[in-house]
């Protein structure tokens, strides 16, 4: 099943929401140059580990995240059009077209905050969004964090947030402290059927990428198959090779 294959969900009410959105970046996209230098890219199939990690590189490189995932999630929350129509492909474990996601991009970067870059994360996540993202960002590096599909499985099904602080936990590799235990919550996208649907979309839309970027000179890979805090070291050592 493909994106097209649920098309019909994008009702025009959305896409005159979409088109809103694109006319308004379109008038106000900023020059390329010295502004959007050095953005760096977090990448890796779901549940690596990506958000965890991405917490050690904000505080290594003061570049704000931007989380296509966290994005897609506030407007599901909110309830706009946008977010309810994302909601279906989310919850399926499909990816939300590429035009909807290159437009929230494109707003995300106007703002003051990544004028000198940002960490992408769960972004770009399909070849055309990474040949968007050149013509509107320059990315430095990208950071591959590679883990093998049996252990993301086991990964995803335990992990819980915690709705207060956002914290990722984990019912086995990062137990929660009792007190908070009965607030946490479950992503509905992490049960085990639609973790396969999303390493089946990871598998053939989003791993060619990690060719793209290597032709390009700009992919680093951390085996992220290890415990958080030996991969946090990986990572640090990453961030201290392009600092
Ligand atoms: P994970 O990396 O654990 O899959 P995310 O929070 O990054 O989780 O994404 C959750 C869901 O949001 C994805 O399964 C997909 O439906 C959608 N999504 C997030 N980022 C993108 C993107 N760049 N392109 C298309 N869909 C996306």
Redesign the pocket.
């Given at each position: 099943m493909d994106n097209g294959s649920v098309g019909g969900l994008w009702s025009p009410l959305v896409r005159t929401e979409y088109l809103i959105i694109l006319r308004h970046c379109l008038k106000t996209t900023k020059p390329l140059g010295e502004s959007m230098v050095g953005s760096i890219v977090l990448f890796g199939p779901?549940?690596a580990g990506?958000g965890t990690q991405a917490g050690r590189i904000v505080e290594l490189t003061s570049k704000p995240q931007v989380?296509?995932?966290?994005m897609?999630r506030a407007a599901v929350k909110s309830g706009s059009p946008m977010g309810l129509a994302a909601k279906e492909?989310?919850d399926a474990?499909?990816?939300?077209p590429d035009d909807v996601?290159i437009g929230l991009i494109q707003e995300r970067l106007q703002e003051d905050d990544a004028g000198q870059g940002v960490l992408f994360?769960?972004?770009?996540?399909?070849i055309p969004?990474a040949e968007s993202l050149e013509q509107i960002a320059t990315v430095s590096s990208v950071i591959s964090i590679e883990v093998p599909d049996d252990a993301i499985v086991d990964r995803?099904v335990g992990r819980r947030m915690d709705p207060e602080t956002g914290e990722i936990f984990h019912v086995q590799f990062k137990p929660a402290p009792p007190e908070i235990e009965d607030r946490l919550i479950q992503r509905p996208?992490d049960t085990e059927e639609t973790v396969r649907s999303?390493l089946e979309a990871y598998h053939n839309q989003t791993a060619p990428l990690a060719d793209w970027y290597s032709d390009r000179g700009l992919l680093i890979r951390i085996d992220g198959n290890a415990s958080i805090n030996q991969v946090g070291v990986s990572v640090e050592r990453a961030i201290s090779r392009i600092l």
């Open positions: 779901p549940g990506k989380s296509t995932g966290d897609l492909y989310m474990g499909l990816l939300v996601i994360d769960g972004f770009p996540r399909t969004q995803i996208d999303r």
